[in-house]
């Protein structure tokens, strides 16, 4: 939902190759982005899904650029070289190359390499930011046609609210791979001392609201002063989430949703507003919420770091990748994890989440090289065997999550059919920011949410002008009426 989990910050950029090739200039000038969408898209009908798998080596010859940001280190480097041997084995006259870019997220170099007209083959795509920019600008190419005459992905193996997430105006742009669910650790042991019943599927958030608050405490035991322990560590975008939850988005519209005239912000509206609210109660009135930088006056904590992990705050709001980083390192007291309560106990859970996968770039050379690295990554058996060795993260496969590699894993949560229940609930909500920079400029209009988090200013003071005036520019822009 933001760009929070890829955040890299090096400015290195690393090309390492499996077999001989001839560079390409990565950065030089050439037509603007919104020229591809006029260009002819190479066939997907000689792509090698259409193939059975005979066991022998393709015929299928040119050079395959495979671009990410960090190149995989420690045990996950050796994940890799396996999977690249594998592939070479497959495709022994496709030169593989990998490029790493720690900025190609942060500086959009996937626009600037297909502006320069040398796009890699196949780039991982994530759907809150890469997928709709570059399906705006007619640079990505759809996967159905490869997906269609596949042996090995199929979209029956996969969440019908997965794919759906990563479907824009009909059409599928990355086969998801790491999926990343909007959950509830919490501390068992926190809430066992407390006489608390855990947090589990049937919670909404007033039942989370009670706990929170019993399970803040203060040095003095009263209600006000400096916190032993916080009731949860809770990040500031989590209001997206929490309206997520309530199929509430920050954003009407969106590329693939809607046509730009028809979108719209909700900062003006008094449900998004009363989600503001919500959130700053957690530090304005009940004082429940860890301190941050954004959030919280830090003087009230006791200790410099009141964190889930180290014990002082008694549930954490984060993405579902923190399962495996919380299992290495929290040894201290027993945790497991939930989904997010529910909005409404009567209606059906939405799960916010979003995804990444390995997308086709327009107007590389090798579209039917880059679908078979694509097949060959997203192929179950060789998934299988990173989970048999590292348990992995959350899937959009039903194959491996419903496996019984996976239900083996020993990280939290115990019963995987929470992670299942989730993706089955799955839905992504576009942040506005992604969206907006593709239509209109609006960073003249600012609002100070700090203010919010910090108890200094009412939400509908901060936000109401801010939609407004947002909205006033996108009908401008767009010749809205």
């Known amino acids: 939902m933001s760009n929070r989990i890829f955040a890299p910050t090096a400015r290195r950029t690393s090309v390492r190759t499996a077999v001989p090739h001839s560079r390409r200039a990565l950065f030089r000038r050439a037509a603007a982005l919104t020229a591809l969408a006029t260009s002819g898209a190479p066939a997907a009908c000689a792509g090698p899904g259409g193939q059975p798998d005979t066991g022998k080596p393709s015929s299928m010859a040119g050079e395959v650029t495979v671009m990410g940001t960090s190149a995989p280190t420690g045990a996950g480097e050796n994940r890799w070289k396996r999977l690249t041997g594998q592939f070479q084995e497959k495709y022994p006259r496709l030169a593989l190359r990998e490029s790493w870019d720690p900025d190609l997220y942060a500086q959009r170099k996937l626009e600037v390499l297909l502006a320069a007209g040398s796009p890699p083959e196949t780039a991982v795509l994530r759907r809150q930011a890469e997928i709709p920019r570059l399906t705006f600008l007619g640079a990505v190419l759809p996967v159905d046609p490869y997906v269609s005459k596949s042996t090995v992905v199929k979209k029956a193996d996969y969440y019908d609210k997965i794919l759906a997430t990563h479907t824009l105006d009909g059409k599928l742009y990355v086969v998801p791979h790491d999926i990343f669910l909007y959950v509830l650790f919490f501390n068992k042991d926190a809430f066992t001392r407390e006489g608390l019943k855990p947090p589990d599927l049937t919670w909404d958030y007033k039942d989370w609201q009670d706990a929170a608050i019993k399970l803040t405490k203060t040095a003095g035991g009263g209600t006000t002063g400096p916190r032993r322990q916080f009731g949860v560590e809770m990040p500031t975008w989590w209001r997206i989430h929490y309206m997520g939850n309530a199929g509430l988005p920050e954003m009407e519209g969106g590329v693939g949703i809607a046509p730009p005239e ?32 954004d959030a919280g006056d830090l003087s009230t904590a006791t200790e410099e770091a009141m964190t889930f992990q180290n014990g002082k705050a008694a549930m954490r709001f984060v993405d579902s990748t923190g399962a495996s980083g919380f299992y290495d390192r929290i040894k201290d007291f027993q945790w497991d994890v939930t989904l997010a309560p529910l909005a409404d106990k009567k209606k059906p859970r939405i799960n916010t989440a979003i995804g990444r996968g390995y997308g086709l770039l327009k107007g590389s050379k090798n579209p039917d090289g880059g679908w078979a690295f694509i097949e060959h990554f997203n192929d179950p058996r060789r998934m299988l065997e990173d989970v048999k060795e590292a348990g992995g993260g959350l ?20 019963d995987k059919n929470v992670w299942v229940e989730g993706l089955k609930a799955a ?9 907006l920079s593709l239509v209109v400029d609006t960073s003249a209009v600012t609002a100070n949410t700090g203010d919010i988090w910090k108890c200094k200013a009412a939400p509908e003071a901060v936000l109401r002008p801010y939609g407004q005036q ?11 009426r």
């Open 262 to 293: 028809k979108w719209a912000v909700t900062y003006d509206r008094q449900d998004t507003i009363d989600a503001y609210k919500w959130q700053a109660d957690q530090w304005c009135r009940y004082a429940a919420a860890m301190p941050s930088a």
């Open 395 to 414: 899937y959009g496969s039903k194959v491996i999550m419903e496996s019984k590699e996976y239900k083996a894993s020993p990280v939290p949560p115990a």
């Open 427 to 435: 839905r992504f909500y576009p942040e506005p920011g992604w969206e």
């Open 470 to 480: 947002i909205n006033k520019l996108l009908k401008e822009r767009t010749g809205a």
